[in-house]
């Protein structure tokens, strides 16, 4: 089983501010990973897949990359509204696995 | 405009067995390359996969979870069902249900719609 570790946990953000958030994985999982926001009460929303390729209608201030054990998702200019609990999924093996999620605030 | 809801009982007994449901729309589970999974969440924790069903009927489990585990679809009503047995306070999570797609020649894409969850909490 691959883990995936997540990090960090909580961040806060201004406004304007460009945030990473990262998961690392246990063994090479290619490109396999796939990355979500999630705001409460509501479906997770696909952000990016296969690592770097952005979900259309996603706003192009997301921004994946990473390969092998090392991802990285990078929000540029975050917003008031991408306050929101964000996680990785590798899919590279079963069973599928998560990261730890990380919950963004804004000030 | 696809979209998935889970459904199922709020608060189960210990040694009770859980039915969870997910009703979808935007799709069929009739059509080549679809496939629903069940996935869980348990408070202050990370996200955990159960199980999942393709169109095909195939069906796959973690295995950790596996003797307890039984997912079925009806294709009439859009639906696919969970079910657990004995349920433990340790399996008090919010359940979801999700899409995977499987296209033939083309890289599977893998839980692109998620419904809003369910919570579930096991007490007596």
């Known amino acids: 089983e691959t883990t995936v570790t997540q990090s960090p946990a909580f961040m806060s953000a201004t406004p304007g501010d460009k945030v990473n958030i990262s998961c690392k994985a246990s063994?090479?999982?290619?490109?396999?990973l796939n990355w979500y926001q999630r705001k409460p009460g509501e479906p997770a929303v696909f952000l990016i897949q296969?690592?770097?390729t952005l979900v259309p209608g996603v706003p192009p201030r997301f921004s994946g990359s990473g390969y092998g054990t090392d991802f990285t998702l990078t929000i540029n200019n975050i917003e008031s509204e991408d306050a929101a609990y964000y996680f990785c999924?590798?899919?590279?093996?079963?069973?599928?696995?998560f990261g730890q999620g990380t919950k963004v605030e804004i000030k | 405009q696809v979209t998935l809801r889970e459904s199922g009982p709020a608060l189960v007994k210990p040694t009770q067995t859980l039915t969870l449901t997910c009703t979808f729309s935007g799709f069929s589970l009739s059509t080549t390359e679809m496939c629903v999974n069940w996935i869980r969440q348990p408070p202050g924790k990370a996200l955990e996969w159960l199980a999942r069903i393709d169109w095909d009927d195939d069906k796959y489990y973690n295995t950790s979870l596996k003797t307890r585990l039984t997912i079925s679809k009806d294709t009439s009503k859009n639906q696919v069902v969970l079910t657990m047995t004995n349920m433990d306070p340790v399996d008090t999570a919010t359940y979801y249900c999700?899409?995977?797609?499987?296209?033939?020649?083309?890289?599977?894409?893998?839980?692109?719609?998620w419904g809003p969850g369910t919570l579930v909490t096991v007490s007596s």
């Open positions: 063994q090479d999982i290619d490109d396999d």
């Open positions: 999700a899409r995977t797609r499987t296209p033939i020649g083309a890289r599977a894409v893998y839980l692109d719609y």
């Open positions: 999924l590798q899919h590279d093996n079963f069973p599928l696995t």
């Open positions: 296969e690592a770097s």
